[in-house]
């Protein structure tokens, strides 16, 4: 008998990748998806802990999900089993049960593939209130990705692939080494399989994941090493991928190898998301960062020199405890200086853990917030000007899903810029969804781009 099963997804791509992984584990035990948690037997939030208050905004989720839970005892209807897994449930463990007895299971991101037999134990107890408190915050990496191979994946046309997780770095502000534990990259063999099933099962884009992706060094049978440069050209050889794109990559650990791959492999896609930080050296020192300014801006130098076209993206947090007015306007010069397609900026936010949490020269709200609105209000005319740019021009889009108006088909450009065409009825919906089609791109908004079909 079929069951239903609601996942809330908070945070990164790597979130979601996980997410996509918990359906097709639970998908074997007869559960399928549904899109609001009333009526789903087991209701999973897959939480994040990069933000300020990461924790708290979690609690009243759960506080929800009680008042849901109650209604449903009352009406008689058999009772949810709820889970927190992700990063919040690895940072506070078994504090989430003491303080929300409503909660069934906890696990972190590295034990989800064991999903199935913690819900088959919650769902074995007579009652809600016989259920064992489950709580599963392993950090053995490996043991997670050997399981999940295993699973067959959905049919789509673009496709997230974890190669790497975890990270060794220790960024001032950051609880990635801490809620994801430490650099791992998993094995040449492993990789290329899931890229195998991933293709024949039709997918046309893959997205390489890890925190540190372009950190990847895994290895084969032989013991040979595999960067991710290395990797690429093979998938790009060896596969029928049409586009293959990266995230997230850190500035120390792009190599002469990997910008070369972006003039000469031609599905390796004219995108980069290159996150710095900050403008200011004294600033990426205490971010603890392992890559100057200077240093960015020579890899952002030599990625254009092969690739004149590449897009540019980037993370900044203003606001870091002892940036300096001069501090900021160094950010705004580095802005100025890349260009960029598209970035994130935040305001810093203390994230508890963390060495930058406990300093003393935290900078008052009211100039990060100044601080941020100048910065953003730059990056939006930044990107509004690439996109502008792109008007007049024709680009292959893959159009992955319908619109927020039914008539619109809706893709990616190679920049990945969203991309939507109105195919108006049904039929030209079905001849093009899932299809990687050159467009003319009509009109540019800040965040997307109008096209048509070229003839
Ligand atoms: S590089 Fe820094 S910001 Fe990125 S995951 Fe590692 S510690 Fe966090």
């Known amino acids: 008998m079929t069951k239903k099963l609601f996942i809330k997804t908070y945070g990164c791509q790597m979130n979601v990748y996980d997410t996509e992984r918990m359906v097709d584990v639970m998908a074997h035990e007869g559960y399928q998806v549904i899109d609001t948690p009333d009526e789903a037997d087991l209701v999973v939030l897959n939480t994040c802990h990069i933000r300020e208050k990461a924790a708290e905004k979690v609690y009243s989720d759960i506080g929800r999900l009680r008042v849901m839970k109650e209604k449903r005892r009352k009406a008689g209807a058999k009772d949810s089993i709820l889970a927190v ?49 489950i709580v599963d915050t392993d950090l053995a990496v490996s043991e997670k990705f050997a399981a999940l191979s295993k699973k067959a994946v959905a ?35 492993d990789v290329m399989a899931d890229a195998v099933k991933l293709n024949e099962a039709g997918v046309l884009e893959v997205t390489l994941l890890g925190q540190n992706v372009n950190a990847y060094h895994g290895h084969d049978v032989s ?72 240093a960015y801006l020579k890899t952002i130098e030599d990625i254009r020199a092969v690739r004149s076209d590449i897009a540019l993206s980037g993370d900044f947090i203003v606001g870091f405890p002892g940036e300096t007015d001069a501090d900021f306007q160094a950010t705004m010069d580095l802005v100025r200086q ?39 209000e730059e990056l939006n005319r930044q990107q509004r000007a690439f996109n502008d740019n792109s008007v ?51 009109s540019a908004g800040p965040r997307s781009l109008k096209g048509e079909f070229v003839g």
């Open 392 to 442: 007049g021009q024709t680009l292959p889009v893959l159009l992955e899903r319908t619109g927020k108006e039914a008539s619109h088909l809706v893709g990616r450009s190679p920049y990945m810029q969203a991309v939507y065409v109105d195919v108006g009825d049904g039929a030209l919906a079905e001849q093009y969804f899932g299809k990687l089609v050159d467009m003319k791109i009509i």
């Open 223 to 294: 013991g040979t090493e595999w960067s991710l440069a290395r990797l690429i050209r093979h998938l790009a050889e060896v596969t029928d991928f049409k586009r293959i794109r990266y995230t997230t990559s850190h500035p120390h650990d792009m190599t002469d190898e990997l910008i070369a791959v972006h003039g000469d492999v031609a599905e390796c896609m004219p995108y980069l998301h290159l996150p710095v930080q900050a403008g200011s050296d004294r600033i990426v020192k205490a971010m603890n960062r392992h890559h100057t300014v200077a």
């Open 155 to 189: 049919a789509k046309k673009t496709a997230f692939l974890t190669v790497q997780e975890g990270c060794d770095k220790f960024c001032t502000y950051c609880v990635v080494p801490y809620t994801r534990g430490g650099e791992f990259s998993r094995s040449f063999e």
């Open 338 to 376: 890349v260009n960029y397609a598209q970035a994130y900026s935040f305001m810093y936010s203390e994230r508890p853990g963390t060495p930058a949490a406990g300093w003393d020269d935290q900078v008052e709200s009211h100039v990060k917030s100044e601080r941020l609105a100048e910065l953003q």
């Open 85 to 133: 897994g992700g990063c919040v449930a690895q940072a506070e463990g078994a504090e989430i049960h003491r303080r929300a007895p409503v909660v069934d299971m906890v696990f972190g991101p590295q034990t989800y593939h064991r999903l199935p037999e913690m819900t088959r134990a919650a769902d074995k107890s007579k009652s809600a209130g016989d259920r064992p408190r």
